[in-house]
C-alpha cells in the first residue's frame, strides 16, 4: 500500500540521519581544531603554573639573573696562627714572618706546648683563624701533644683552613756555618705520629734520624757532609711558585719524602736533584755508606682538599730560616713569599660572576627551555693577582648539560681573552631536568663548581605548525572520507 510504501521510504531516511549525523559530528570539530589551535585554553591553569614554580609564568621570558661575585676576596687581611716549637725559635725567621706581616696578615704567636693551642683554632664552633704556620724542631713535645695538635690540624683543615707546615726533625746543621750535621731525632713514638699526619696529607716521610744529601748539587757554603742541598726542580706553569721571577735554586736541608701517583689532590712543588741520596744523620762521609738513592724524591708538596682548603708540607725548617735567606746563589725568601701566598688563598684563586644563559635569538633566560633550542651559554671567570681581580686566561674550561648523566660536554670559549667564556649549542631531543654544571679543577687553582639548573620541556599542542607538510596525505584521506559521505547520503536520499 502507498502507507507502507512512505512509511519504508521514512524508514530508510531515518536510518541514513542516524548512520550520517554521528560521523560529521566526529570529523567536523576535529577539522575545527586544525585551523586555529592557539585559540585552544591552556592545559594547566596560570595559578596552579605560579603555584608550582614559585614565580609568575604569564610572561614566560623572565629578565635574566645578573649574579654577584660568589665572595669578596675573604683573605684580604687573614689572621694567621703560627705555632712554634720551641717558642724560642721565632727569633730565627724573622724575614720570613716580615714577608707574611708585608702581604697582610695578623700574626699569633703560640708554641705547641700551650694547652689551649688547639683550642685556639675555633672558638664557638667557628675557625678563629685563617691559616695555621707549624714549624717544629726536634726534640718534639709530646707524642700525646702531637697528635691532639695533628688532630685538630685535620678538623681545622676540614672546614676550610689552610696549613703551612715544615719540620727539622732529622738533622739541624751547625751555625757556625762548617755544615757538620748534628743528629736532633725525634723519639720513635713521635716520629710515628709526624708520619700518620702526613700520610693523612697524602704524603710519606723518609726514615727516623735520616737526612738528604747530595755531592753535586750542593750549596757551596756546606763543606762538611753536603746536607746543605740545592734544587731548581720546582713545579712550572702554575699560580704556585713563578721560577722565572726566582734568582736561582732553592736551598734545602732536612727530610725528604714521596707522593703516591694514584692521589690527584696532591702534587709537588720542589723535586730533589738525580743526584740527591738519602742516609743516615750519624754516618760520616769517610765511613763507606752509599745511601739510599730513591727515584722522585720530593722536597716541598702540597695537599688541595675538595674544599680547596690547602696544605703545604716541607722537609726542612731552615729553608724558611734568615740564614738560609741570606744566602747567596740562592732565592729562598722569594720561593718562601711565594709559597706562603699561594698557601693563603693570596694567589691562584678563582669566581665565577655573571652567570648569563638564553636562547640564541633573544637577550632573556626563559624559566623552562624547550628540546631542540639554540641555547648560548657564558660565564665570567675570574683570578686573584696581587690582590686584585684578573680575567682568568685558561682555555680549556668546559661546560656540562647533565641530567643524572651529561649530554653534552663543550668547551668554553675565552673571547678576545677577557674572561668572558661562552659557547653555543642546540639543546638535546629529550625533555626533562636538565643543568648546567662547570667542575674546574687544575693544578694549583682553586676548584670551580657551579651548577644552574635549566629544565626542557617538550613541544606544547600550539607549539607545532599548524600544517605540517608530510601529513598532507592525511589531512587529504579525511576530507576525501566526509565529501563521499555527504555525497553518498545526497544520491542515495535524492535516488529514494
Known sequence: SICELIGATCLEKAAMALFTLPLLVAVIPCVLCTTDLAKAPPLVDERIKEALLGTSVRNEVTAPEVRPAVDDHKYDNPRTLVVLDPIEMKDSFTRFFKQMEAAGHRLAYRKVRDSDVDKEMFRHGERAFNNVVLFLRAPFPSSDALRSLFGQLLSFMDDGGNLLIATGASVQGNSDGSGDDTAAVASSAQWKELRTFANELGMDLDRRGWVLRDHFAFHGSDEGQHSMITSDKILRSTPVVDDKALGGPVAYRGVGHWLSPSNSLTFSI?????????????????????????????????????????????????????????????????????????????????????????????ESAPYMYRIMDNITFSIDIQEIKQGKWVAYMGDDVQVEFVMLDPYLRLFLDNKASSGTFTTNFKAPDHWGVFKFVIDHRRQGYTFLHIEEQAPLRNFKHDDYARFIWCAFPYYGSVFSTIAAVVGFSFIFLSSA
Open 270 to 362: 720542589l723535586r730533589a736533584s738525580p743526584t740527591t741520596y738519602s742516609a743516615p744523620a750519624s754516618v760520616e762521609e769517610d765511613a763507606g755508606y752509599r745511601g739510599d738513592k730513591q727515584e722522585n724524591t720530593f722536597l716541598v708538596s702540597a695537599m688541595q682538599a675538595h674544599n680547596s682548603a690547602r696544605a703545604v708540607f716541607s722537609g726542612s725548617l731552615d729553608m724558611f730560616s734568615d740564614e738560609f735567606f741570606l744566602l747567596s746563589n740562592v732565592s729562598n725568601s722569594q720561593f718562601c713569599g711565594q709559597l706562603a701566598a699561594w698557601t693563603c688563598h693570596q694567589t691562584g684563586v678563582l669566581r665565577s660572576i655573571n652567570l648569563r644563559h638564553h636562547k640564541y635569538d633573544e
